[in-house]
């Protein structure tokens, strides 16, 4: 039998078997870490279990076998994450998700195959860590508006400008790099994406410290940085299909909508501290305990059916992804906020080192992280108006004129289309 027709369930008796012989349990009680990014020690130990997985062929469950995957289902990924949910995994922080989902989800539909054979390899095995430049300081929401540019230069490219935002840059040895090729043409047709390796001469990249004194995001400047053509991710002046199917997994599909585990008990988080305050017979904690259940009920099919859907389309559609992205944007600040509530004083105070103690506070600052990470709800919201209901689009003037006129005429814009 090949990998391709194994059993989900004879492939979980097989992963079970593996994994309790192998693999440290979890101390009880221990939840995922709270901190988006990893110490220098904890990514080295990450990278160390990564191989023993990869050696074991279980990473890249669902990646294809001949870039060192598994060829499976998802519903072969989520025994084996099910498998594994009590037991010590690599976590590489927030990067490590990036790295397997977006970005090799990408990778995997636009590199050559070539560039596959020498890059997944080393993905799934942990030996790199990719992350992503995107959007700039002058280009978030408006991405297709971004300015770092690549100019040809023989038989090789130098890209100049400017990134942000870049989850996890100082872990990451490459990263996928958007630039503008063609300033001629309309905003969404002169982009393409380059793999660039974080080492090369030229390249600055600065974390950003934040409120909370961590630094989970950079800034880069890249000054005649070097690529080949052997670097480019797809086509030459066609990146925005790339990023399209980029953005598509980051909003919902491949692995973030296999990874959220099904609820198996009533929130558990809250109802542990409506304990410790003393408050379970409390009537408004409780439903706001079982309101959250079936929110976080709700949340886990829609985000299952949503990824299938996704995987099972020849393309993936955007603005199906753009529900996904829009459910978890909307509800994991609510949640948050259930939390805080449910808690009172004592989820906004704790002893020094109490990590389970912090996670209801830290979790409510960073609610916004998801309303806002690879597209505002706002811009969900947009999309699926115009994409889905057929509403009116969005008043613009630039979309079907040359970049290069893009900047001199939004001075004059009135706001009106045409
Ligand atoms: C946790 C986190 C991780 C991130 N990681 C990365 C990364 O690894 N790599 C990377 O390149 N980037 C990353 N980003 C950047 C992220 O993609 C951008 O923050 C996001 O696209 C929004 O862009 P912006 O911050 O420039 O906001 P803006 O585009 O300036 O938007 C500001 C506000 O205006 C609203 N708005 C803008 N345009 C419209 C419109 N047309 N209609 C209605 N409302 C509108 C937005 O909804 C928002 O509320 C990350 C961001 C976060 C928060």
Known sequence: MTDTQMDVDQFRAEARAWITSNLERRP?????????????????????????????????????????????????????REESADFVMPDFGAVG???????????????????????????LSGETI????????????????????????????????????????????????LARTDWDAPKHRGLTWFAVPTNAPGLTIRPITQINGTAEFCEEFLDEVVVTDADIIGEVNHGWSVTQTMLVYERGAG??????????????????????GGRTDDPAIR?????????????????????????????????????????????????????????GSDALTWPEGDDAGQRPAIDYLNGRIVSIAAGSNEMQRNGIGERVLGLPREPSFDSSIPFNEVLRKSRGWNGRVG
Request: proline share 5%.
């Open 255 to 276: 692995e973030s909508g296999v990874s959220l585990m099904e609820p198996r008990e009533l929130a558990p988080d809250l109802v542990e501290l409506a304990r410790r």
């Open 28 to 80: 009880a009680g221990a939840d995922a870490e709270a901190r988006g990014v990893r110490t220098d020690e904890e990514i080295v130990a990450a990278r160390a279990l990564q191989r023993r997985l990869f050696d074991a062929g279980f990473a890249g469950i669902t990646y294809p076998a001949e870039y060192g995957g598994r060829g499976l289902t998802a519903a072969h990924e989520r025994a084996f």
């Open 287 to 343: 439903q706001a305990i079982a309101r959250a259940h079936v929110a976080d009920y709700a949340q886990f099919h829609l985000g299952a059916r949503i990824a299938a859907r996704l995987r099972s389309a020849s393309t993936p559609d955007p603005a199906v992804a753009a529900y996904s992205k829009l459910a978890r944007g909307v509800y994991t600040p609510l949640r948050a906020r259930a939390a805080i509530e449910i808690g």
């Open 97 to 123: 998700g990036v790295t397997v989902g977006p970005i090799g989800r990408s990778l995997l539909e636009h590199g050559s195959p070539e560039f596959l054979q020498w890059h997944i390899p080393r993905i």
């Open 130 to 177: 990719w992350c992503q430049f995107y959007s700039e300081p002058e280009a978030g929401s408006d991405l297709a508006g971004i300015r770092t540019r690549a100019t040809r230069d023989g038989d090789q490219w130098l890209l100049n400008g400017s990134k942000i935002w870049s989850t996890g840059a100082f872990h990451a040895n490459w990263a996928m790099c």
